[in-house]
């Protein structure tokens, strides 16, 4: 699936380049490199996995339109490969969606439409209304096509940044580490997949350790695009289970700490989720002594005041 989804969205997305990010530890042997996600067109990788199932539409299923349910980078992924593609787009948001990336998901073409308090009310909105409607509803993790697109980011790397040891990758609903990881396990299992989130969102480290979806208190993080409970039945708790080799967890301080580093260091301006795979890396460091290791820098869409 991963292999043919390549296929399908090369000529449609960016390949993101590699680049080593050996100087934020310059007292360590890690050969440490970051593949460059927020150079993608949305600043994210959401367009991979969104560009891949709207590939796979009929020609009634684009006729008629599609919904997503996204506060952010999954609304813009959809918004625009569905513009790319001539297809109509609704993008059910929360009361908490930030203006700049709504407008943002408006100047793509996609219809906002507002829903409950929280991304998760907004996806079951989002689902409803694709039952009423036959509109084909895009999850941001819960569809193997969409978690195939964003395995594509592996199949890149294999030529970009041959034998890795590690790979850093943020975790919210697990499409982008599930489709990485199953590629990685298929190809080259060595790989160890490491899962990273942040401590005052670890709804699917939760879920892992409980073998079942549960309900997980959350407290308010910088990493906005890992945050929200996960959708009943989602198809990435399974997957995940099986492909993350290892979890860590970070704190506030150490994703904010993460951000002005690359900043600093840089001059990247990078968003909360790809912080939190970053500062699980550089906390984990010393465990990759003569190693090479890659850090999914899954998006950059953060306004600068963030930082301040």
């Not at 160890?192 to 969102?201: D, I, K, R």
Request: proline share 4%.
């Amino acid at each position: 699936l991963v292999l043919s989804a390549h296929q399908r969205i090369q000529p449609l997305v960016v390949q993101t380049p590699v680049e080593s990010i050996a100087d934020l530890v310059p007292e360590s042997s890690v050969r440490l490199l970051a593949k460059l996600e927020n150079l993608q067109k949305t600043g994210s990788f959401k367009l991979r996995g969104a560009t891949n199932k709207i590939s796979l539409l009929t020609d009634q299923q684009r006729a008629e339109g599609v919904i997503a349910a996204s506060n952010g980078n999954h609304g813009l992924g959809v918004a625009l490969a569905a513009k790319e593609a001539g297809v109509a787009a609704q993008v059910y948001v929360s009361s908490y969606v930030s203006p700049y990336k709504a407008s943002r998901i408006e100047q793509y073409g996609a219809n906002i439409c507002r829903a409950g308090d929280t991304p998760l009310e907004a996806e079951l909105a989002g689902r409803l209304a694709s039952r009423q409607s036959g509109k084909v509803f895009i999850s941001p993790y819960n569809d193997v096509d969409v978690i195939a697109g964003q395995g594509t980011i592996a199949v890149e790397l294999q030529t970009q940044a041959p034998a890795l040891d590690a790979i850093f990758v943020a975790v919210g609903g697990g499409g982008l580490i599930g489709g990485i990881g199953a590629y990685f396990k298929w190809v080259e299992p060595q790989v160890e997949v490491v899962g990273c989130w942040a401590e005052n969102s670890p709804v699917l480290y939760r879920c892992i350790q409980a073998g079942q979806i549960v309900d997980v208190p959350e407290q308010p993080t910088l990493s906005e695009s890992t945050a929200g409970g996960l959708e009943p039945e989602s198809v990435t708790l399974d997957l995940c289970k099986r492909v993350i080799d290892r979890s860590v967890l970070v704190s506030e301080a150490e994703i904010l700490a993460a951000m002005r580093k690359v900043s600093e260091v840089r001059g990247w301006l990078i968003e909360g989720a790809a912080a939190v795979a970053l500062a699980a890396a550089l906390k984990d460091i010393h465990r990759y002594r003569g190693k090479t290791a890659m850090v999914v820098i899954c998006g950059g869409n953060v306004l600068p005041k963030v930082l301040i």
